[in-house]
T-cell receptor, first 112, second 113 residues
Framework: NAGVTQTPKFRILKIGQSMTLQCAQD?????MYWYRQDPGMGLKLIYY???????DKGEVPNGYNVSRSTTEDFPLRLELAAPSQTSVYFC???????????FGDGTRLSIL | DAKTTQPTSMDCAEGRAANLPCNHS???????VYWYRQIHSQGPQYIIH???NNETNEMASLIITEDRKSSTLILPHATLRDTAVYYC??????????????FGTGTRLKVLA
């Protein structure tokens, strides 16, 4: 029952560093999503994908990039980390876009 | 995009019903209301969703007013494990035709022993 798996669970970066947050799902879902959650706030959509090779921007895409080369994986890339990107990042997937989304347990990222 | 408004926090006695309100006065006719909860900053967990009819599943009931401007999530017999942040979400259609969630700030429910 893996579902949506996110790695790493925690990470500390220095300003200007880059990293990739990994997300994998084993449910053969076409739709995948990346959200960020700032303290005391709801989730905001960064990017989403409707299938391999197809991605689109959400509400807050600046400073991030994504790719979707396979159905299973949807990595999120931070190129030049900034303190404003300190947040908890959640990946989610759904079978089709009008079905409930399944969320991973998040990656807690601090940028100092 | 439609927005939701929820009370910041609520308490409920264990074993009693927890009624969590949500206002979504700008919701459009084809936009669904979804409820998720988040326990200890884990990933959000799906609870229930609806369009205009009341819905019930093994976890909860969802009551939507006739004008669809508000809804109430009901946990019929709250337990300590139901302590969480509950999000009322409106699912909207993006410009590309894909559905997306608009999260509010949620209600922090504390179930008291």
């Amino acid at each position: 029952n893996a579902g949506v798996t996110q790695t790493p669970k925690f990470r500390i970066l220095k300003i200007g560093q880059s990293m990739t947050l990994q997300c994998a799902q084993d449910m053969n879902h076409n739709y995948m999503y990346w959200y960020r959650q700032d303290p005391g706030m709801g989730l905001k959509l960064i990017y989403y994908s409707v299938g391999a090779g197809i991605t689109d921007k959400g509400e807050v895409p600046n400073g991030y990039n994504v790719s979707r080369s396979t159905t299973e994986d949807f990595p999120l890339r931070l190129e030049l980390a900034a303190p404003s990107q300190t947040s908890v990042y959640f990946c989610a997937s759904s079978d089709i876009s009008n079905q409930p989304q399944h969320f991973g347990d998040g990656t807690r990222l601090s940028i100092l | 995009d439609a927005k939701t408004t929820q009370p910041t926090s609520m308490d409920c006695a264990e074993g009693r019903a927890a009624n969590l309100p949500c206002n979504h006065s700008t919701i459009s006719g084809n936009e669904y209301v979804y409820w998720y909860r988040q326990i200890h900053s884990q990933g959000p967990q799906y609870i229930i969703h609806g369009l205009k009819n009341n819905e019930t599943n093994e976890m909860a009931s969802l009551i939507i007013t006739e004008d669809r401007k508000s809804s109430t999530l009901i946990l019929p017999h709250a337990t300590l494990r139901d302590t969480a942040v509950y999000y009322c979400i409106v699912r909207v259609v993006s410009t590309s035709g894909t559905y997306k969630y608009i999260f509010g700030t949620g209600t922090r429910l504390k179930v008291l022993a």
